[in-house]
């Protein structure tokens, strides 16, 4: 079975911290995710990456980056954590050309 | 933009009865996923639809694809408990690094 995993289940970090979250998988996949969900607007992707040291800007980046230095970890970081980051992070992986996706069990990170 | 839109927001039944949710999108699509979301967890894939398909089955699970309404339907059969869950659908534009674009998810309440 594909394994994704993150590094925190929770976090909570201060205002104006620089965060980073973690996410290995374990199956070799080229592509990966980072997704922020919160209620009522469904899951919205922040970056992703289709190979190593490659990235995207998905919907919302701002305030965000990525690093992808190795294939198996993708690494989103908070330069300057605001109160309005405070939210549920999914990463994802998945085969390149295969449409699904594989996700972690998620980081929920309060930002005070 | 929100490209699936779940239908309804919420839903509670009973056990043993179907429950049906909906998926309105708004461009072209390579194909249709859906996913569930136990509460405060990350999300696994169900079944995936193709746009040259009309209906597929899994199990208890039967998912069907209007691509001139441009609308899916997840129904669920003799429902569990344990069906407790948030359903998304994703669509997958055939865009760069297989990024999907997720609804915001119909809350599904099965009581015992």
């Known amino acids: 079975d594909v394994k994704v995993t993150q590094s925190s289940r929770y976090l909570v970090k201060r205002t104006g911290e620089k965060v980073f979250l973690e996410c290995v998988q374990d199956?070799?996949?080229?592509?990966m995710f980072w997704y922020r969900q919160d209620p009522g607007l469904g899951l919205r992707l922040i970056y992703f990456?289709?190979?190593?040291?490659?990235?995207e800007k998905g919907d919302i980046p701002e305030g965000y980056s990525v690093s992808r230095e190795k294939k198996e970890r993708f690494s989103l970081i908070l330069e300057s954590a605001s109160t309005n980051q405070t939210s549920m992070y999914l990463c994802?992986?998945?085969?390149?050309?295969?449409?699904?996706?594989?996700f972690g069990p998620g980081t929920r990170l309060t930002v005070t | 933009s929100q490209q699936g839109e779940e239908d309804p927001q919420a839903l509670s039944i009973q056990e043993g009865e179907n429950a049906t949710m909906n998926c309105s999108y708004k461009t072209s699509i390579n194909n249709l996923q859906w996913y569930r979301q136990n509460s405060g967890r990350g999300l696994v894939h169900l079944i995936l639809?193709?746009?040259?398909?009309r209906e597929k089955h899994s199990g208890r699970l039967r998912v069907t694809l209007d691509t001139s309404k441009k609308s899916s339907s997840l129904l669920i059969t003799a429902s569990r408990a344990a069906d407790t869950a948030s359903y998304f659908c994703?669509?997958?534009?055939?865009?760069?690094?297989?990024?999907?674009?997720f609804g915001e998810g119909t809350q599904l309440t099965v009581n015992p």
């Open positions: 199956m070799d996949h080229e592509n």
């Open positions: 639809i193709r746009s040259n398909e």
């Open positions: 994703a669509t997958d534009e055939g865009t760069s690094g297989s990024r999907l674009t």
């Open positions: 990456s289709y190979d190593v040291k490659m990235k």
């Open positions: 994802a992986s998945s085969l390149a050309g295969i449409a699904q996706q594989y």
